[in-house]
Each structure stands twice: as structure tokens, then as C-alpha cells.
Nanobody, 121 residues
Framework: QVHLVESGGGLVQAGGSLRLSCAASGLSFPNYSAAWFRQAPGKEREFVGVVNRAYGTRYGDSVDGRFTISRDNAKNTVYLEVNGLKPEDTGVYYC???????????????WGQGTQVTVSS
């Protein structure tokens, strides 16, 4: 059974930084794309970024240079580091895994439960 468990969320002041982690089990992690999505209150879930063997990293159109996604295959873990946090970064951040190279949420069969990030102004 596949499990993805996020951690590292919390309440942060604007301008601060966070590093989210997602630990995966039950799948051959190095062979999967690992992605981050986020969902702000009242908005649809949006693609943040993905890291895989095919093309390295790719980021969503709404994501700027403050976001960095990385992975440690030895630890079966994917990370999302965000610097210069803004109130509009508030939301639930989800990690997801897929055997494809798609960036569409529907193509990711495995999801974590999400971790809340709240940025205060």
C-alpha cells in the first residue's frame, strides 16, 4: 500500500521560509514523478512543481522563483522549499506521486493528506 506523508507546514510570518517534506512508502520511489500541489481557501488545487528522471524539475505557471522542489531517493522523500513567503501562499500543500511525467492532478494516483501552510501578514 502506498503512503505519502507530508510534514513541515505551519504558521509563518510573511517573508519567512518553510521546507515541506513528503515521505513515500509502498512504491519504487525513484521511478515515480513526485509533485507538489496546493489549494488555497476557496480556490481549486493548483500545480506547484514536479521532479522526475525525465526532465528534472518543472514548476507551475503561477509559481515564481521562490519555490524549489527537490528529492532524496535514498530517503524516499521529496521536498518543497519556499522562501519569501507571502499571505497568498496560504493553503494546504499536497504531495503526489505518478508513474507518468504529467503535471495534471488527475494523472497522479497517489496523494498525501496535505499539510497546512498559513502565512500571516
Amino acid at each position: 500500500q502506498v503512503h505519502l506523508v507530508e510534514s513541515g507546514g505551519g504558521l509563518v510570518q510573511a517573508g519567512g521560509s518553510l521546507r515541506l517534506s513528503c515521505a513515500a512508502s509502498g512504491l519504487s520511489f525513484p521511478n515515480y514523478s513526485a509533485a507538489w500541489f496546493r489549494q488555497a481557501p476557496g480556490k481549486e488545487r493548483e500545480f506547484v512543481g514536479v521532479v522526475n528522471r525525465a526532465y528534472g524539475t518543472r514548476y507551475g505557471d503561477s509559481v515564481d522563483g521562490r519555490f524549489t522542489i527537490s528529492r532524496d531517493n535514498a530517503k524516499n522523500t521529496v521536498y518543497l522549499e519556499v522562501n519569501g513567503l507571502k499571505p497568498e501562499d496560504t493553503g494546504v500543500y499536497y504531495c503526489a506521486a505518478s508513474a507518468t511525467t504529467s503535471t495534471l492532478a488527475d494523472h497522479f494516483p497517489f496523494w498525501g493528506q496535505g499539510t497546512q501552510v498559513t502565512v500571516s501578514s
